[in-house]
């Protein structure tokens, strides 16, 4: 079981950026496809962005394309979200996941393909 630990959220204003950061502990990143995801009270968990273990393969929210990025280090055992331009309606509890798929190239969009969760961190943008 790999333990996820969320960080870099905080207060920015609307057209800032803001990095966030999963580590993980007790465990490795290699061979899980790795994602984000975003929730705020009253809705269901949103998919932001994914990442294969293998090949670099990304997929993204309609809503966040063209402003955010998801990269990740596997010999730090850290996947990171690279947020631009935050707009007000990006406000959000940030989620990071893994998935444990086979599928070296494929990446994992539904919250259901995902196994394992961070706690969160908090992704507040003032306009």
């Known amino acids: 079981q790999v333990r996820l630990h969320e960080s870099g959220g905080g207060l920015v204003q609307a057209g800032n950026s803001l990095r966030i950061s999963c580590s993980a502990s007790e465990g490795s990143f290699v061979g899980y496809g790795l994602g984000w995801f975003r929730q705020v009270p009253g809705k269901e968990r949103e998919f932001v962005a994914g990442i294969s273990w293998a090949g670099g393969n990304k997929i993204y929210a309609n809503s966040v394309k063209g402003r955010f990025t998801i990269s990740k280090d596997d010999a730090k055992n850290t996947l990171y979200l690279q947020m631009n331009n935050l707009k007000p309606e990006d406000t959000a509890l940030y989620y990071c996941?893994?998935?444990?798929?086979?599928?070296?190239?494929?990446?994992?969009?539904?919250?259901?393909?995902?196994?394992?969760w961070g706690q969160g961190t908090q992704v507040t943008v003032a306009s």
């Open positions: 996941a893994t998935a444990p798929h086979t599928g070296a190239w494929y990446v994992a969009q539904l919250a259901g393909e995902y196994d394992n």
